[in-house]
């Protein structure tokens, strides 16, 4: 157990609505990441967030959005969902701002978009 | 250019054998690359990291060997066991966006 949870665990949803993930870092971690894990994409970092601020941006569409909350628990926004939005969607965190620090993953969320 | 190449997309090895996997990289910005191990039906978790100033890494049975002229660098698992079953990710942080790019994966079963 790395200690981060991901709520839910399942999500069943049709095209175009929207739905929001939630990500609780472990304690005394200040940075969390969020990928996408899909089996046409791979594995993708889409944004990190240091003590509620964006720290860094990667392949994260405009329809998604995210945000870190003042209890650093953060939530990823994903809107206007298309098929090929289904994928695992895990969450990490990590002490400092630094990328290189080490990165403890959460069990991910798995979104099923119909 | 942000791209990560890693090979082979399987392996298959026996128990007590040398497991490798290769990754190859093109951004001379990329400045972390870590490892991960991923079981299924959990996330991944970091194995192993370098970075570009050190050549090798060793930590117990794996370690990572970096080409910085090749832009190459890969991951050595020594006398692999059945546990050691699981997709394995390289990935590169790139210096200025802080940004993570990972490899396709690579699914390792070693057999008893």
């Known amino acids: 157990d790395s200690g981060v949870t991901q709520t839910p665990k399942h999500l069943i949803t049709a095209t175009g609505q929207r739905v929001t993930l939630r990500c609780s870092p472990r304690?005394?971690?200040?940075?969390v990441y969020w990928y996408q894990q899909s089996l046409d994409q791979g594995l993708q970092f889409l944004i990190q967030y240091y003590n509620g601020e964006e720290r860094a941006k990667g392949n994260i569409l405009e329809r998604f959005s995210a945000q870190q909350f003042p209890d650093l628990h953060s939530e990823l926004n994903l809107s206007s969902l298309e098929l090929g939005d289904s994928a695992l969607y895990f969450c990490a965190s990590s002490v400092g701002a630094s990328g290189s620090n080490e990165q403890f993953f959460g069990p991910g969320t798995r979104l099923t978009v119909l | 250019q942000q791209q990560v190449k890693q090979s082979p997309q399987s392996l298959i090895v026996q128990k007590g054998g040398i497991s490798i996997i290769n990754c190859a990289y093109e951004?001379?910005?990329?400045?972390?690359f870590p490892w991960y191990q991923q079981f299924p039906g959990k996330g991944p978790a970091l194995l192993i990291a370098i970075r570009p100033d050190v050549s090798e890494k060793k930590e117990g049975r794996f370690t990572i060997s970096f080409n910085k002229s090749a832009k190459q660098f890969s991951l050595h698992i020594m006398d692999s066991q059945p546990g050691d079953s699981a997709t394995y990710f390289c990935a590169a942080k790139d210096n200025y966006g802080q940004n993570f790019v990972f490899g396709p994966g690579t699914r390792l079963s070693v057999l008893p």
């Open positions: 951004n001379t910005a990329f400045d972390y």
């Open positions: 304690s005394g971690d200040l940075s």
